[in-house]
């Protein structure tokens, strides 16, 4: 019996495997690592999950027309270690975040900080110089 349900359990992990390796992308392959942008805005949906947490931020663009930017940030428990919460962005929230921007031009960005109109910032990652 020990057997067979270590057998299951090996085919699980095997099944499961794959999937979570063609799932991830590495940063390199959706941001620029030498290009950072800043953005101001509303908090229209929060993702506090893994892989990463997600913030999508509307954004009025230079022709005054709202763009959703989509801003990711590392895994919830490397979070957590920062302080960060689930409740540390909400939906509402105006906030500016600073980071990497997305490859191609897209609406993309890696977060490095989020800065509260009373000035509180959360560090998700550190800069690197250029």
């Given at each position: 019996m020990l057997r067979i349900?270590?057998?299951v359990s090996a085919i699980?992990?095997?099944l499961c495997g794959p999937a979570s390796v063609v799932a991830h992308h590495s940063f390199a392959a959706e941001f620029l690592p030498d290009e950072t942008g800043t953005i101001s805005g509303v908090v229209t949906q929060v993702w506090f999950k893994n892989p990463h947490a997600r913030y999508y931020i509307e954004v009025s663009d230079?022709?005054?027309q709202v763009v959703t930017w989509d801003t990711r940030a590392n895994s919830p428990s490397l979070l957590v270690r920062k302080g960060w919460t689930k409740e540390s962005i909400k939906v509402g929230?105006?906030?500016t975040?600073?980071?990497y921007l997305g490859r191609d031009g897209r609406k993309l960005m890696s977060i490095i900080t989020v800065t509260f109109p009373d000035g509180t910032v959360l560090r998700d990652k550190q800069e690197e110089p250029n």
């Open positions: 349900l270590l057998a699980g992990l095997l230079d022709d005054g929230d105006q906030v975040v600073h980071g």
